[in-house]
Structures are given as C-alpha cells and as structure tokens.
C-alpha cells in the first residue's frame, strides 16, 4: 500500500530532529478530517482517494478498507469522473473549487446526489499535488426542492421563480393562465419582456428590497399578456437562497388585481354618486376620498379635503371623539350616529351624525374606515320648531287654566248672590 501523505495545512517548517524536518500541522489536519461532521476524503491529482473519514463510510455504506486507494471513478459515472477530472485541474488552477455535482452509487445500489467543495492539498514546497475533498448530502436538500417545486408547481396564484437580473427560471401553470403564454415562452425570458421599461425599474428595486430585507411586498406590475391586454397585478416576493443562505434570486407571487379592481372601481363609483356626503379616511383620520356631497356640505373644493386630517373642520374634543369611533371600528367593524359638528368654509358649525363601517386591505385587515355623514340641520330645526310649539302651546293652557279660574269664581258668585236673595225673598215675605 503506498504511503498516505502528510496533509499540510501550514507550509512553515519548524525545528527538526536530525532526521528530517517535520511540517507543522500535519497531525491537526488528521485530527480535524477524521472528526469532520461531513464526509471528507483526500486524493491526488488522478483521483485516487488516500484518505475518507468515517462520515464518507456512513455516506457510501463502504468499510474504510473499501474504499481507501480506490479510484473515485469506482464510485461515479464515466461522465462525473470526467467532471471531477475536471475539477481537480481547476483545484490545481485556482486552489479551490465548488458546488461540483456528484453522484456517488452506494454499496446497496443507491445513488446518492451530493455536491462536492475542494481545495488544494500542497506538498511542502506549495507544489499542489491532490485535492481535500468535501462531500455534502443532497438527499434532504432535493427532497426539499422537489417538495418546493411541488409547492410551486401546484400553487393556485401564479408563482414564478427569477434570478436576480429578472430572468425567469421556473413558472407555473397559473402563470401560462395568467399571461397566455406557454411555458417555454415564459422561462428563461427575462420578466423585462412582459413588463414596462418603467416597471422593470420597479421591480429591479423589488430585487434589492428582497435582497436586504429578506421580502418585498404589494409591488405593483402591468404585465401584458399574450393577446395584449395589460393586466394588473400585485407581486409578493421572498428571498431565495442557495444553501449557504446567500439570496441567487426571487420567489414572486402574483396576484391577478382585475376583479379587485373592479370592485374597487364599483364602490368608488357607489361613493361617489352617494347622495348622502360620503368620505374614506384612514386609521390617522387623514381623508382619502371624498364625494361631491361632502363638499356641497362644507363648501370646500375637493382638493381643498382630500389629503387633509379631519380634525381640520372639527374641534379638538371631536377629533378625540372620532379617533375613539375609528378604534371602534377596527375592533367591531362598525360605529353609529357619532356626533361631528364640522364647520364650513363660511365659518358655519354644521351638526351631523357619523356612521362609519371598516375599510380592509385585500387580506381583510382594517386600514381605515368608510364614512356617511347625515346633515341634522333640518332634523334639529324640527326639533326647535317641536319645542317651541310645545312651549306655545303650554303658555296657551296656562292662559286656559287661568281663564277657566275667573269663569269658575264668577259663577260661584253668581250662585252666592242667587242663594243670598232667595234668602232675602223668604225673610221678606215672613
């Protein structure tokens, strides 16, 4: 059996003992290969394996003895030994090579998918003279793939996979639906082809918002389909990561906007031919969206509203009193004739109720609230109208009941009198 090498880590030489110099770090070499977690092997530059620790046993199913001063190519494929051939050149080259597929058969048969990481073995004059090889077990790594492609593959939203320049690597059905392309007209394309110049820029800085925070979210893209038509959608993308965790690309998600739009093109179309005044804020109160109705009310211009805090046109006891009506809305959906007493261009405090019922973002949580404002001006007219008739109308029974007392005492009197000269009748005749 031939002589395994020392493996130097460090070509440094240290104090001999007359017999030869010794090379420092030979047996920590030893040591840290023989109890490395990964199945690590040393051969020279024809592929002959010199050394595997016991986790390259484990891997393979072989004895040490099996598998020591064999050929890598008794394990691999004619064409993976020429690969690794290959790679040992480029370890010579460049000192270090990655990411070399192999597929090692087992002593059962099996084949084994693994990558490969190696890097120069040097003899103590810096001569490369083999390769330390590092073997990583794929099976878990492609059964996660394969479950993530799945995932993917049978996704109901259109879900796609790019690379970070945009190119399209891997789509699904729901894509092909969503766009009308085929699939191999959508992969390998660049998403640049179905969207703007300018959205292109978007969704490069989508990319580098998935690089360095992991995710981006309610990216807007038109992308246009087969048949030309532009359609809307939204884009959800995470971070995906090679197994170093180093971000090579974007899983996106998109979601197709046309009905949402539709619906939102519907309520805004409700909100705006309202005949009751109408308004959209969000949860700081700021007024997104008025109708023609509220500023026939306030007699503000449109612009004069939109963007603008609520609590400009009321009091600021009513701003805590509305700010309490929008957590209710978060918490209940829902609130009912809270009293706003708004003041108008012309200066004018105008009573209202407020009912006012949740807004939602397409996930269904609340981002602010829907509005109806109801004038009481003529209701409260009414109502003073009622009161002061009802005050008319007390003075009037008051006069009655005064009346009725004089009417009352005057006929007392009258029967008085009466009995008084029946009395003076019957003293007279006696």
Request: hydrophobic share 40%.
């Amino acid at each position: 059996m031939a002589r395994r090498p020392e493996v130097v880590t460090q070509p440094d030489v240290v104090k001999g003992d007359g017999r030869g110099a010794k090379w420092r770090g030979s047996l920590d070499a030893d040591i840290i290969i023989a109890n490395a977690p990964d199945p690590v092997f040393v051969s020279d530059l024809e592929g002959k394996i010199l050394q595997a620790n016991d986790a390259v046993s484990q891997l393979l199913g072989f004895r040490q003895d099996e598998v020591l001063e064999q050929s890598l190519s008794r394990f691999i494929s004619p064409e993976e030994t020429r690969e690794f051939t290959a790679a040992l050149r480029e370890v010579v080259e460049r000192g270090v090579m990655r990411n070399v597929v192999l597929n090692p058969r087992s002593a059962s048969g099996e084949v084994i998918p693994a990558s490969l990481n190696a890097s120069a073995l040097r003899d103590p004059n810096g001569k490369a003279i083999g390769a330390i090889g590092i073997l990583r077990d794929m099976r878990e790594l492609d059964k996660a793939r394969a479950y993530a492609e799945s995932l993917i593959e049978n996704a109901p939203d259109p879900v796609f996979v790019s690379d970070l320049e945009g190119k399209i690597l891997q789509a699904n059905d729901a894509v092909s639906q969503l766009l009308g392309f085929r699939q191999d007209e959508v992969l390998e394309q660049s998403l640049s082809r179905f969207i703007s110049p300018a959205e292109t820029q978007e969704f490069t800085a989508a990319l580098r918002e998935v690089v360095a925070r992991g995710v981006t979210r309610n990216a807007r893209l038109n992308p246009r389909s087969a048949s030309g038509q532009v359609i809307p959608t939204t884009l959800n993308a995470s971070a995906l990561r090679d197994p170093d965790g180093k971000v090579i690309g974007a899983i996106g998600i998109l979601r197709d906007m046309r009905e949402l739009d539709k619906a939102r093109a519907y309520a805004e179309s409700l909100i705006k031919n309202a005949p009751d005044p109408v308004f959209v804020s969000d949860l700081e109160g700021k007024i997104l969206q008025a109708n023609d109705a509220v500023s026939q009310l306030l007699g503000f211009r449109q612009d004069e509203v939109l963007e603008q805090s609520l609590s400009r046109f009321i009091s600021p006891e009513e701003t805590r009193e509305f700010t309490a009506a929008l957590r209710e809305v978060v918490e209940r959906g829902v609130t009912r004739n809270a009293r706003l007493n708004p003041r108008s261009a012309s200066g004018e405090v105008i009573p209202t109720t407020l009912n006012a019922s949740a807004l939602r973002d397409p996930d269904g949580k609340v981002i602010g609230a829907i509005g109806i404002l109801r004038d009481m001006r003529a209701y409260e007219q009414v109502v003073r109208d009622l009161e002061q008739s009802k005050t008319e109308l007390q003075e009037k029974i008051l006069d009655l009941e005064k009346f009725e007392e004089v009417v009352v005492g005057r006929e007392l009197k009258m029967i008085a009198l009466e009995k008084e000269l029946e009395s003076l009748r019957k003293k007279s005749k006696g």
